[in-house]
């Protein structure tokens, strides 16, 4: 297998609605990574474009359709599509084009258009469920994350402030993101206090739908070698899904993550995830999320992850900051798109070119990971500095 | 150095797009979908239809699952029996909702979560409705049984059961 490299990542502002078609946000996206690679596009050998559902564009075949803003014309070009999960599984793709020597470059493009559909996203998030033993209930997809939360509050004795402190945090931290739509400077007790969405999930425990495409570029050790000195490699992948049968399986621990952190901690060859990790961006659509899924990454134990956050552990100047791009909370939640605060963020951090939002503490080695369908996937990327 | 510098991105508020402001293109898709509902969900609709669970168990991991499949998908078996559960069982988490499934917000709250049911494998079950209890009674580990529609309404759907209630003391 071939070392990947990467060179560059872009994105565009993060908002409720944006003027540009998918295809113009991705082209916009896709020039940024170019740019600050040093490369063009006939430097590209392939293109891999991640896009979450069709149901919100209304389009299918998006793919085809967001293929030339991807600069996928006359190359070898796929999309892939994990749920929530394409975030972090979409440079995944790419680095296999590079590792399995089948090419030397290869962009990246994540794009997501919630925007187009009405009344709600929600209500095409509706045709995700079983058609036979959910969806004749009418569920909304913030159901899952409520079922799910309570039962992981319930199993440890976690308390709500324990886990709106995400919010607070994030939001915080997107005040340093240029693309931010929801970046402010909260307390607790807001939180607390906000709109009653679906107990125990309320307002502020949510990530903002949005229109939003990111993009990176990766390439092998030899070709990266010769445009920098400074090399961030990805280090290891992992993915890994559960059952369909979700009311079967007990939501309070991310088994499947953990089967994604696993697979990418021995590609890494990482021993001890809790000491080795100097920076985590793990996915966090919803407060809870970050903290379910930190011990889902292995970076706790079940159970400790809001205690950290309680400590100050995962804030940007902590042992352990996770998130310190703004995530999902703060900066917005693009499905696919969110690869520019999840991947993107921790090749930036690990580069030093983080800016306003960089971690101090000399970060060797990141993790990022996303989530998505019917809380059964997990896709997991680490990143080591040269 | 921040990056990403000068993202680019054109913001449009709501008020925009109503007002015209902007053009926009829409469409409206008609489209209808008839599912086929398979072997074993089939015959799980039809005993819905006489108020009945039913299941199938693996012989190889001896799991009895529900909802019921032909195949176990960790044995990579077919499953080898019917076998007919409970109604009632054990609440494993809930939520009570203010929001329809396209985001509206309703003043009635749903209850909705995730019911195991009895005689099935450990957290094997199915996600529905409760009512019949409340914010403050309504607790994760909660016994409770189906209330099912009577017999003339029913039509081999999951809603056939209403919803889920609190078991009574000495009811089984
Ligand atoms: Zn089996």
Redesign the pocket.
Known sequence: MRKVCVLGGGMTIFRRRLQETGKEMSYEATKMALEEAGLELKDVDSVVMGSAPDAFDGIHMKGENLLDGAGGAGKPYLRVFVGGGTAVFTPIAGWWHIASGMADVCLVVAEEKMSSVFPHPQSAFGHIWDPILDRPLKPNLVWIFAMEMNRYMTVHGIKKEDIARVAVKNKRNALDHPCAQLAANLTIDDVLNSEMMAWPVQRLDISPPSDGASAMILASEEVAKKLTDDLVYLDGAGWCIDSTMWTDRDLYFPEYVAGAAKMAYKMAKIENPRKEIDVAEPYDPFDYKELHHMEGLLLCDKGEAPILTREGVTERDGDLPVCPSGGLLGVGNPIAATMGIKACEIYWQLAGKAGKRQVPNDPQVGICQAWGDLMQYGSVLIMRRG | MTKPENPKGVELSSKQMKEGDVIVNKWDPRVKYAWATGEAISRFLEEMKNGKLIARK??????I?FPPRMF??????P?TEWVYIKDTGKIETYSISYLDKDARRITDPIFVGVVSIDGASEKMGIMHYFDETTKEEISIGMPVKAVWKPPEEREGAITDIKYFRPLKEGEE
Request: contains cysteine; aromatic residues 8%.
């Open positions: 693996c012989d190889s991991c001896k799991r699952l176990c998908e960790e044995c990579f078996k499953t």
